[in-house]
């Protein structure tokens, strides 16, 4: 799995990156490689293997509480007065 590259451009000694990417679709233990690599210093690279322990998702519920369920509203009746045709919308 590849991700977006993560761009730093400052010349400090250390500094924290979020790096994100969507988790695998089955539970288990997972070995990811990460890669540092400079485009201005020679031999300035940085390899790691890591490993994430995959568990299974949890369900969850999520209610928002602008939406409208459409069921609940009563039905809004438009008449054909409301639309108009291409020959009625190119008169002036």
Known sequence: MLTFP???K????EQTVDIRFA????KG???YNLSVKSDSYIDAEYSVDFKIDVKEAK???I?????????DDEAVVSSEEDYTEDDDSDEE
């Open 63 to 71: 209610k928002h509480d602008d939406y409208i369920d459409e069921d």
């Open 6 to 8: 993560q761009l730093v």
């Open 59 to 61: 369900y969850v519920e």
């Open 23 to 26: 988790a695998p679709p089955h």
């Open 29 to 31: 233990i997972y070995t």
């Open 10 to 13: 400052t010349l400090v000694d």
